[in-house]
């Protein structure tokens, strides 16, 4: 299992925005575990299909998270998305099956964003925020995804997104 507060501190030192094929390019000094994930994230990413639309897109922020408590991956805050890739860590990164996915969560489909900060972990830092993010699916039904030990240092840059969600609902919606 990966490191959230190493891999976030190593995360945070990278100057933002930047485009998302800067950052797969972007070189770090992790260890072990780190290094093996954050390997698996980027070749998965670089080999995904719809991958050459997102390359050029500003990052905002970039952090590590857990999903479900069965998955650990990252996430990439978009001027208009959400973007994550994530693993099983259940699984060896490295094995014969990668488990990887990506998802996206384009603000027009978002309803909702929440942040949760558990207050005075000073120990850990990296593993306090939980972010819920509903939306709306393929059917029209909401659907609440939930990411936790999300960057708390990242807050305002959610706060940031979902303002800009819900301004440009409303210019839509006009």
Known sequence: MIS???????LNKIVLPQTV?????????FTDAELEFINGANQFLKAHAGIEN???????????CLFNFTRIGLYFLLED????????NLKKINGEEPDWQVRHFPFKTIEALDLEMVEN???HKYEAGILYVTVIN???????????NINPEHI?????????IMENKRIRGA
């Open 21 to 29: 094929a800067h950052i797969l390019e972007s070189k770090f000094d």
């Open 4 to 10: 959230y507060q190493t891999m976030n501190i190593h």
């Open 156 to 164: 305002h840059c959610f706060r940031d997104f979902y303002t800009n």
């Open 138 to 148: 393929d059917k029209g039904i909401s659907r609440t995804h939930v990411l936790h």
């Open 81 to 88: 998305e959400v973007l994550t890739i994530s693993t099983s």
């Open 54 to 64: 997102y390359k050029v897109k500003q990052v905002y922020c970039i952090g590590t």
């Open 121 to 123: 972990l000073n120990d």
